[in-house]
């Protein structure tokens, strides 16, 4: 979240979008709750079912899965054409002046710089115009053909409304009525909210779906401001805290973008990540990244981390391409993969096309489990008739369970959805033999380690120079790696030199073995010690932050700074230096966040910028791009500069509507396919109806199937379609239905529903067969299907999140 869930009571508008958060998020919507109740605020639902979350919205509009690009790119031209923008906002903030390359291109559906025999972009046209003197051109007229706001205008012109019902599905009047509402939050006193999750994430164009609603909030002038802003709402309680501490192989710590293949030696490393201002007057944040890396470096190798060895930069792995789940089953598919160790990770029923999955675990010559429960993973290799369908005696992988403790069991954190880390200690120990997760992986660290010592092998010694300074170093306490990932002080921190008396004494900010008290004191010289810079002054020498439950809320804004610690800083809004104008006056005077006083920046939050830095100094709300703005024209993104509308992988038109003479532009043409996926796509011909997956609240996941009380509410699997195609196919309520996909197929009851109603596109119905996925063959309730028996091995082109969200398959009544 940009924001945070108690933000939420603050805004005018919510718009949930691609989530359903009265269901998968329930005690976090109690602040939409909040909002209308106390707001007036009001509420729009944008589901292709009619869910919770809708039942209690003031308009609800149905939508086809995957097509939210083509609705909120016909949001974008309503803005522009009906002059529905914050203007001063969005030129203050964007990069809306800004001239793009004459040389940048889009036709008929893909940009210029294609290269189809590698699925990918040359990114070379696309970006800014940089003068001589480094910085960007801009043209604050805007009206320059090549300006980011006319290429935006020109590039969504063609979303117009008649396309957007054309391709979505959705009536013509609600998407209308929809846009009204989005553009009355363009008043400065106003702000509206998006809240989403996996309806946007799990789609081939994922990453792009969200960047359109963040260009929206940019456009209305919401990001920044109480109220506003682009929210994710977290899956797992902890999740958040996963990602922050490097679950991806393209981040370190503190989404420090990792080394590559290109990335030969240190210098380069951090020459291509230390980019130069490109506006005059920025900051560009991330000058720092060096303080960042190198305190990162220290974390992990202490001493033999030193200025002469590059802070052991050689000891960091260089990928070669990006690891993810999908890139990692695909290689054990493949069968370059011995082992493999599952830690709280359920794959065989949580990752695409199981077929595929199962036959690449078989591949494996060892598996660990490490989970408290008995999962389909550990047992992928036993025959549970049609539901595992698979000959144990063909498997060769070994497979080995460690029990581990549950959250209730063990002491430590977790990381919310609005990045605030709480504390919480242990209710009961595990039981019988499980351990908690850190002794595990500790007890075989400190094997490996030995075993090294004594046997030698590829690359020694960064296993050897591992630190591991912990009291017991079988059992890391939690208290001991949060104190690590904050950081410390390894000598004297002490004040800059000053310039008009470079000779005077310098102060000691952080004395020797100390916690740091934030990351602006980290430093690159190797003085200090940081597990993650984005976590630093969780837990400071005054002691654990993240412990505190201070409930008062000075302000009334919903910030409650004393309750745990949010990063970074302990910051509750993100950018939020653009809730406030030009000259520091809050955008709305009764939501007042931050203001210039004259002197110093004060407030509700901790300000975004240095406390004292003037109005002048402190222009750019967003710091950690190089141009101090947000971007509308993003060069980073794997598919194009501006989001585009592509079909799902697995699409029930066949074709784009946008490019319907464009084989290229059907679906993303920047998604990565691997060899064998692209056969196993499904054809509207023989699946020709829409599919989707997604959670109910009685259930989470695959592993509240073993409590008895969640069986017992939930107990049996089904599946979901609209009276109309009941009809069609003469399906009645309750009966035993094959649902079939490309890959595999799931039996289940069907329940037939009012929730669910075909869209028209095209003059033509097209239907939506919706599958909860909470089941499988282990635990207390029936056992049942696995949702990912149907799902298509592909994901988005830039996090490579799975397609879980739209695909197709054929439905038919279960005869015998
Ligand atoms: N009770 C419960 N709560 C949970 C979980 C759980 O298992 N059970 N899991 C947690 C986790 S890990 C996560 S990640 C979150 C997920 O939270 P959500 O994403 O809110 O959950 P889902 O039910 O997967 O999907 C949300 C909605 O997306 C809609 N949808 C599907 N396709 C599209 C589309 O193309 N466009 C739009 N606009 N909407 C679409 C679905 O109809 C569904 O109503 O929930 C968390 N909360
Ligand atoms: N088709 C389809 N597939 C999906 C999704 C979808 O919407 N549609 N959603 C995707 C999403 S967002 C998610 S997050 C995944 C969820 O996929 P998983 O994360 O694989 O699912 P969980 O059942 O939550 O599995 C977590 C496992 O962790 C164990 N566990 C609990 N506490 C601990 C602990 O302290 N230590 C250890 N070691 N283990 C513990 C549980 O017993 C459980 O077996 O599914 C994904 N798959
Ligand atoms: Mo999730």
């Known amino acids: 979240m940009t924001n945070s869930w108690t933000d939420i009571r603050n805004t005018d508008l919510v718009l949930i979008m691609g989530g359903n958060a009265a269901e998968a998020h329930p005690c976090g919507f109690k602040w939409v709750t909040e909002a209308m109740q106390h707001r007036k605020a009001r509420l729009i639902v944008v589901d292709p079912r009619f869910t ?66 590698k699925r990918s972009y ?5 970006g800014y115009q940089v003068g001589e003197d480094g910085f960007v051109k801009v043209d604050e007229s805007l009206q320059d053909p090549l300006t980011v706001y006319q290429q935006l205008k020109k590039h969504y012109s063609r979303y117009t409304p008649e396309m957007v019902t054309r391709i979505c599905g959705t009536p013509q009047d609600k998407f209308l009525q ?39 909030q940019l456009l209305l002038g919401n990001m920044g401001r109480p109220g506003g802003g682009v929210n994710a709402l977290r899956g797992h309680a902890n999740v958040q805290g996963v990602t ?79 690891y993810d789940i999908l890139h990692m089953f695909e290689l054990m598919h493949q069968g370059k993969m011995n082992g493999f160790l599952v830690q709280g990770f359920n794959p065989l029923a949580a990752v695409p096309n199981k077929k595929k999955l199962s036959a690449a675990l078989s591949k494996l010559k060892y598996l660990v489990v490490m989970d408290p429960l008995e999962t389909e993973t550990g047992e992928f290799w036993k025959n549970f008739g049609p539901l595992n369908d698979v000959d144990p005696k063909a498997i060769q992988t070994e497979v080995f369970r460690f029990p581990t403790s549950c959250f209730a069991e063990e ?53 050897a120079a591992l630190t591991w300074p912990y009291l017991n170093a079988q059992v890391p306490s939690s208290a001991e790696l949060l104190r690590e990932i904050n950081g410390r002080a390894i000598s004297d921190v002490l004040a800059p030199v000053d310039a008009k008396n470079p000779t005077a004494p310098r102060a000691v900010l952080v004395k020797a073995g100390e916690q740091m008290p934030n990351f602006a004191l980290l430093q690159a010289d190797g003085s200090t010690a940081c597990g993650n810079w984005i976590y630093a002054g969780c837990w400071q020498q005054s002691g654990n932050m993240t412990a505190r439950r201070d409930l008062s809320d000075p302000t009334g804004l919903g910030v409650y700074p004393g309750w745990g610690w949010a990063w970074p800083a302990n910051r509750r809004i993100l950018y939020n230096r653009a809730s406030a104008d030009k000259n520091g006056k809050p955008w709305d005077p009764n939501r007042s ?95 020709p109806y829409a599919a989707t997956t997604y959670r109910l609240t009685e259930h989470q996941h695959f592993w509240t199937k073993h409590a008895r009380s969640n069986a017992i509410v939930q107990p049996a699997p089904f599946v979901e379609i609209s009276e109309e195609l009941a009809k069609e196919k003469g399906i009645r309520q309750g009966d035993q ?36 996925i909470h089941w499988g063959f282990k635990g207390v309730t029936q056992n049942g299907y696995l949702a990912n028996a149907l799902t298509p091995f592909v994901g988005d082109a830039n996090s490579q999140t799975p397609e879980f969200k739209a695909f197709l398959v054929n439905i038919e009544k279960v005869t015998t």
């Open 244 to 322: 922050d501490m490097n679950a991806y192989s393209e981040v370190l710590s503190g989404y420090l973008s990792a080394p590559g293949d290109a990335d030969t030696t240190v210098e380069e490393y951090l020459a291509r990540r230390t980019p130069k201002p490109l506006r005059p007057n920025q900051m560009a944040f991330t000058q720092n990244f060096p303080k960042w890396f190198n305190s990162l470096m220290k974390a992990y190798y202490g001493p033999a981390a030193t200025a002469e060895n590059g802070f052991a930069y050689d000891w960091v792995p260089k990928r070669d391409a990006g």
């Open 593 to 687: 966040y931050l203001r210039w006083n004259g002197t110093a920046w004060g407030g509700a939050d901790v300000p975004d910028m240095r406390p004292n830095a003037t109005p002048e100094e402190a222009v750019g709300s967003f710091i950690m791009n190089p141009e101090g703005v947000a971007r509308l024209h993003a060069i980073g993104m794997a598919e194009g500069p501006f989001p585009e509308h592509y079909e799902p992988f697995e699409t029930p038109l066949g074709s784009n509507p946008l490019h319907p003479d464009n084989p290229l532009a059907i679906s993303n043409p920047a998604a990565r396919v691997f060899k064998g996926d692209m056969e196993a796509f499904g054809k509207k011909e023989e699946f």
């Open 411 to 463: 002491t430590g954190s977790f990381t919310n959805s609005s990045r605030v880390i709480a504390w919480k200690e242990k209710a009961v120990d595990p039981p019988g033999e499980a351990k908690v997760d850190s002794e595990i992986v500790a007890r075989l660290f400190m094997k490996l380690r030995a075993m090294y010592a004594k046997d030698g092998g590829t690359l020694p010694e960064p296993v």
């Open 178 to 216: 929809i846009c009204q509402m989005l553009g009355e939050m363009s008043a400065p006193d106003k702000t509206s909210t998006i809240m989403y999750a996996l309806g946007w994430t799990q789609h081939t164009v994922g990453s792009q779906n969200i960047r359109t609603m963040a260009m929206i």
């Open 52 to 117: 919770r979350s809708a039942a209690v919205a003031d308009v609800y509009a149905p939508i086809r899965n995957g097509t939210d690009i083509a609705f909120l790119g016909g949001v974008i031209n309503y803005l522009l054409s009906n002059d529905k923008i914050h203007l001063d906002y969005a030129k203050f903030n964007t990069d809306l002046s800004f001239l793009t390359k004459p040389e940048y291109q889009f036709n008929n559906g893909i940009f210029s710089g294609y290269d189809e025999a």
């Open 122 to 126: 040359n990114k070379a046209s696309w």
């Open 737 to 772: 239905v094959r649902v079939r996909s490309n890959r595999g197929e799931v039996v289940a009851a069907c329940v037939v529903t009012k929730r669910i109603k075909p869209w028209t596109i095209d003059g033509k119905l097209v239907h939506m067969v919706g599958i909860p």
